[in-house]
């Protein structure tokens, strides 16, 4: 299996088409896109991904500005599920492999619930945009926020169920 090397861009402000053109020149394999749908015009970045040789590796959902797969308001989980189903859709446009779901409000650290509130809230979110991620050409992995939850977790089999899926390329 050869290594795939791809750098993110959720963190350097500058277009697209930069970033992708120096991946380009820099020797990179793809980029793991910022999980932002309404930014991209996905053909274009399509586009700018062959031109420069490069590949969707996938993206990362960006829980910012309301957000949050474990918000105590329901309707803040529905939207949030919402934009995770969003994000998938774009990195199927764009060829991804697979999709880092941060669950949480990055930066937040003061629970809105029970431990069991929470995790209840997590496997019903991944739940919920599983079935579609299923279709999609991605595969996914969890932050490490879930991942050790999970391990500590006997409710194991819950967010296996949730979570498994893998590509079909």
């Avoid at 019903?124 to 999970?150: D, Y």
Wanted: aromatic share 6%; net charge positive; with cysteine.
């Amino acid at each position: 299996m050869a290594l795939t090397v791809a750098m993110h861009n959720w963190m350097r402000p500058e277009p697209i088409e930069v970033t992708i053109k120096r991946l380009g020149r820099s020797g990179y394999d793809g980029i793991e896109i910022s999980g932002e749908p309404a930014l991209y015009d996905t053909k274009q970045v399509r586009s700018l991904l062959d031109e420069n040789g490069l590949e969707c590796w996938g993206a990362v959902t960006l829980m910012v500005g309301g957000r949050d797969l474990l918000h105590e308001d329901k309707y803040v989980r529905v939207g949030s599920v919402q934009y995770v189903k969003d994000t998938i859709d774009m990195i199927k446009e764009l060829g991804g492999k697979i999709l880092t779901v941060v669950p949480s409000t990055v930066g937040k650290v003061t629970p809105m619930g029970s431990p069991e509130d929470e995790w209840q809230w997590a496997v019903e979110s991944l739940k919920a945009f599983g079935s579609r991620s299923s279709r999609s050409t991605a595969s996914r992995r969890t932050s490490s926020t879930v991942a050790t939850k999970r391990s500590r977790s006997p409710r194991t089999s819950e967010v296996t169920a949730a979570s498994a899926w893998t590509s079909s390329t």
